[in-house]
């Protein structure tokens, strides 16, 4: 039967015969759907040609029943199984692309696709089914919104993700591809969205934004993007032969984008090259621009922010470490609200690049600095403080307290503050056993007790030389214990002394 004459066959039922009909046909349950469907046909293949044979009135009444199935269908429901689901997404397009009806259809799927993405891992989904009628309906959603869904749905996402991100942004796409590791879905996708590209923004930008960033992806790839660019009528050199003369800054963002590995080498080629189009100067400017610009939380997370690190690790300045310094109190509060490993890997290149910032770190806890520097003082050192205690990055904060406990001229009240570093995890001794090589500790104790002398935070230090007493290798230090208490007999309250005699004279101590 022709779908004409199935339509004229089905133009006579009512609306609630209808609803019937479609809920039958996608279910696939009922015999008079076989006479209507042909054997090879799939059950939205065979709605759409009836739906599209049919006259306006019914074609909006089968509208209105697909939009009131789609909210139903958001209720697991065993008459609705996996297949009819998916089935019944398949029918958005054309059914609904084009109805008045399509804000509805969209809120209704995105509450199942929300529903469905959560149930990825636990069972079959229609997310895939989901994601392909939000972009028939037009719905563009955002940059995060499609990277989730790749993170969720996994590899062969690839194509439905940079297909979404183009309609938001072509760059967005390039990005999102030049991110991930290469695979035969990443090659499918850059192949599958250029001709569209292409069509809506011209050849000469796709090149520009393609070849920018396909560093990472392998040669005979970009050799066939080259075949690509070439039958659109455009030579790739050409279409990049700009990019020298563009902003340094504007040079660097796209390194920043797009490289795999080097980052900071790629940055100083561009001084140092026997070519090179920038000075030093600029090419430093540039890239405190970019730091000032930086938003690692948001628009540049994943790879930027790593090159970004790798960067400001060969072009220092207290700006870059205040942005350092900012980014790793954020990632804390991430930590605690949504632990990633990503964010845990962030911290780690955080901290080791404040490590590199020896002299500015110094002008910090010293006040040395001047301005917004010192605004960064104490988040600096409750930065240190937090990550004392996170195993990925607390023996870099050690190293940095360490080196900078040892300056003879730091002001008292930032020995203080450190001092409360020092004292303030409930496992010190566990993070100084598991983390800190002897010689270390013995540099930490030996300014723990040139401190202590100048100080009153004895009860602190006297929590220290606890501490030790339990790793048994400090029996050196005990003299200088009921030698420091003698020291501070007359000047130190009666509650701290008792509480460092009650350590420094404990047999436990001499015992080990």
């Known amino acids: 039967m022709t779908p004409r004459a199935r339509a004229t066959a089905i133009s006579s039922f009512s609306t609630k015969d209808l609803a019937q009909w479609l809920t039958d046909d996608l279910q696939g349950s009922s015999l008079v759907t076989a006479f209507y469907r042909p054997d090879a046909q799939s059950p939205h293949a065979a709605v759409i040609e009836v739906y599209r044979a049919l006259d306006r009135s019914l074609r909006t009444d089968i509208d209105l029943i697909v939009l009131d199935l789609l909210d139903k269908v958001r209720i697991i429901d065993p008459r609705w199984p996996l297949d009819a689901v998916r089935e019944l997404l398949l029918t958005i397009d054309p059914i609904l692309v084009d109805s008045s009806h399509r804000a509805d259809a969209v809120e209704h799927i995105l509450a199942l696709t929300e529903q469905e993405s959560d149930a990825i891992g636990e069972r079959e989904t229609a997310h895939v089914e989901c994601l392909q009628a939000l972009q028939a309906l037009g719905h563009k959603g955002g940059i995060t919104f499609w990277r989730d869904a790749y993170e969720r749905g996994g590899s062969h996402y690839a194509e439905l993700v940079a297909c979404g991100l183009a309609e938001i942004d072509p760059g967005a796409a390039f990005d999102f591809l030049a991110d991930l590791p290469w695979s035969d879905y990443v090659e499918t996708a850059l192949f599958g969205i250029l001709p569209l590209l292409i069509d809506e923004h011209g050849v000469t930008k796709v090149a520009t934004l393609a070849v920018a960033r396909q560093a990472s992806w ?295």
């Open 218 to 512: 392998p040669a005979d790839t970009r050799e066939l993007l080259l075949e690509v660019f070439a039958s659109e009528g455009l030579s790739v050199e050409a279409s990049v032969a700009v990019l020298p003369s563009r902003r340094a800054s504007d040079v660097i963002d796209e390194i920043l984008r797009s490289a795999v590995s080097d980052a900071d080498a790629l940055v100083t080629s561009l001084y140092v090259a026997s070519d090179a189009r920038y000075t030093r100067d600029e090419v430093e400017r540039a890239v405190q621009t970019l730091v000032v610009k930086w938003d690692p939380m948001d628009s540049h997370q994943g790879r930027y922010s790593e090159n970004m690190l790798q960067v400001i690790r060969r072009f220092r300045s207290t700006e870059a470490l205040l942005a350092v310094t900012a980014f790793l109190e954020n990632l804390f509060e991430l930590r605690t609200s949504n632990p990633q490993d990503k964010f845990i890997r962030l911290a780690t290149d955080c901290m080791s690049t404040i490590h590199t910032f020896s002299t500015y770190v110094r002008q910090l806890l010293t006040g040395e600095s001047s301005g917004s520097a010192i605004a960064v003082q104490q988040k600096l050192i409750r930065c240190l403080q937090r990550s004392l205690s996170e195993p990925s990055i607390g023996k870099t904060a050690f190293e940095i307290i360490v080196s900078h406990a040892a300056e003879a001229d730091l002001p008292p009240t930032i020995v203080a503050a450190l001092q409360s570093v020092w004292f303030s995890t409930a496992d010190c001794d566990e993070a100084l056993l598991r983390f800190y090589e002897k010689e270390r500790v013995h540099e930490f104790m030996d300014r723990a007790f040139e401190v202590a002398h100048g100080s009153t935070h004895l009860a602190a230090a006297a929590k220290l030389y606890q501490y030790i007493v339990a790793m048994r290798e400090f029996n050196a230090f005990v003299d200088e214990s009921v030698a420091l208490v003698s020291a501070q007999d007359r000047q130190t309250p009666k509650e701290e002394l008792a509480f460092v005699r009650e350590i420094v004279e404990s047999p436990k101590l001499y015992d080990c």
